[in-house]
């Protein structure tokens, strides 16, 4: 990144919240203060140039959500379109215009990187030092709100693959995609079997001359039309502000029973899964199983979605395949994989998953002291104990993102809320002795309720969610969603008066 050169003066800017991160949690975030605290002041501070976060980095062909629009769209500006499954650029614009029509652009700050957030118990309030490109800014703030998502923005996964330095064509990371990539006729392994892996495939079919999947182990792939056909009705034939609530619910429960289905029957899920699966590779060369048949539980690890069956429709037409085996060596011009495969390469592309981290990688300190999140629990899904007055985004795993950082951005203006009126200065998630140690301790347990690789791997990093109260792991929206608007923000809770006047 280079030195930070700091001016001979450095003015410090004083807010009441600081969100960080311009992606859809922060303008989300952003919204929520602005309509339930008007009188607050805040600043949105985004380490890139433009308002998307995820969708302003990805750039990969086909680019699109693996959620559904209509719950992961906000729900102060409906999604009122019929198709639910959309591309990259599309969220991207709907972020921005969002944004711009409740004057939320107004409040960002872009080329602004956090570097440390340090909270100063003396003086109730947070000292945060930003990179503004090379040049050092300071804010005080009351409260932070990190909306920086969970993954590292400018390293990927690093994976080792045996003899991957050999190859002599092209190796690229989704994460940083080229823009003048030229697939054309050209031989193509996707290293990996996500949802990145799973939209790669389809979409780079048209130009390559082969794509190939290979995978180490399957997932679940569940085709799902990109435009919902009972959605589609309600749109041509009732109010927009109607279809588009209607639909919204309809994503709401419907996934929600599904979720809870596979969890509860897994081997009834399973079966559904397969017939599916068999129906779709009807008429192409591919066996269901291996290829298919994950040693998993379906949504133990995150289901995969194929919007019109774009993946099996590649595969059926013979110019998108898939190998499943394990590397033994990456030569110059392919792979050669255990089992003894050749696979030709021109092209590897290494979709491997994501560098867990959070609040974008920047510097914790409470008075001083490196703050470590492996340490602690989360209380909520939205604060951390032993942290004043922060909150982080963290939204679901089965379900939109969107709806859980909503949750939090509901959740955090209530509290500031009832601190505004009580008086008080700092509220600290703060857990028992009780709930530390002995028989009644907090059984500790991941914060993203999923045993996905990338999330394995990064055990150490990550808080934890406990077994029982506000330490539980956020998993159902519509209880989260009450509970954010009427739970006892006092439970498990240590609150500290102090001046509590507005910053100018």
């Known amino acids: 990144m280079g030195s930070i050169q700091p001016p001979s003066s450095v003015s410090t800017e004083s807010v009441d919240v600081l969100v ?4 859809v949690s922060g303008i989300n975030a952003g919204y929520r203060i602005q309509t339930e605290l008007p009188h607050f002041t805040y600043k949105i501070v985004e380490s890139r140039g433009a308002i998307g976060g995820t969708w302003d980095l990805f750039r990969y062909p086909g680019i699109r959500s693996d959620s559904d629009l209509h719950t992961f769209g906000f729900p102060w500006r409906l999604w009122a379109h019929s198709k639910s499954i959309v591309d990259g ?9 969002s944004a711009e029509e409740f004057g939320i652009d107004k409040k960002i700050e872009f080329k602004h990187k956090v570097l440390s957030s340090d909270w100063s118990s003396q003086e109730q309030n947070w000292n ?3 990179d503004n490109e090379g040049t050092e800014k300071r804010y005080k703030a009351r409260f932070l709100l990190f909306s920086t998502g969970y993954y590292d923005y400018d390293t990927p996964l690093q994976t080792q693959i045996p003899g991957l330095d050999n190859f002599q064509g092209q190796r690229i990371h989704p994460q940083f995609w080229p823009e003048d990539l030229d697939y054309t006729n050209k031989n193509v392994v996707i290293i990996g079997s996500g949802a990145t892996a799973v939209t790669l495939l389809p979409n780079m079919t048209d130009k390559a001359a082969k794509v ?3 995978q180490r182990s399957p997932t679940y792939i569940i085709p799902q039309p990109a435009k919902d056909p009972l959605g589609s009705i309600w749109h041509r034939t009732l109010p927009t502000w109607l279809s588009s609530r209607l639909t919204r619910w309809k994503f709401l429960i419907l996934p929600l029973i599904f979720f809870h289905f596979c969890r509860t029957f897994p081997n009834a899920a399973r079966g559904a899964i397969r017939l599916v699966t068999k129906r779709q590779l009807k008429g192409s060369h591919l066996p269901q199983d291996p290829h298919f048949q994950p040693t998993y539980n379906p949504w133990e690890q995150r289901l995969c979605v194929t919007p019109d069956a774009d993946f099996f429709q590649a595969i059926r037409a013979g110019k998108g395949t898939v190998v499943t085996d394990t590397i033994k060596l990456v030569k110059k011009d392919g792979i050669q994989t255990t089992a003894g495969t050749w696979i030709p390469a021109d092209i590897i ?7 867990v981290h959070l609040a974008g990688g920047s510097r914790i300190a409470v008075d001083g002291q490196p703050f470590s999140f492996y340490e602690q629990f989360q209380w909520r899904g939205a604060l951390m104990s032993r942290l004043p007055n922060a909150a982080f ?11 859980g950082a909503d949750c939090t951005a509901l959740l955090f203006t209530r509290i500031m809320k009832y601190m505004e009126a009580q008086g008080y200065a700092s509220i600290t998630p703060t857990l028992t002795p009780e709930d530390l140690e002995g028989p009644a301790a907090l059984k500790p347990s991941s914060p993203m309720n999923l045993n996905s690789t990338y999330l394995e791997k990064a055990k150490g990093l990550l808080p934890s ?3 029982r109260g506000p330490w539980k792991v956020r998993k159902n929206y519509i209880l989260d969603r009450w509970a954010a608007v009427h739970c006892d923000v006092t439970e498990g809770t240590v609150f500290r008066r102090g001046e509590t006047k507005k910053v100018a």
């Not at 985004?393 to 709806?403: D, E, K, P, R």
């Open 393 to 403: 985004v963290l939204g679901y795993t089965n379900a939109s993102w969107t709806l």
């Open 89 to 97: 650029t599309s969220i991207r614009n709907y972020i921005r215009e």
């Open 349 to 355: 592309v290494t979709a491997t998953g994501l560098k």
């Open 465 to 467: 969610a406990g077994d």
């Open 20 to 23: 960080v991160g311009a992606g």
């Open 128 to 130: 945060v030092i930003v």
């Open 212 to 214: 190939t999947m290979l």
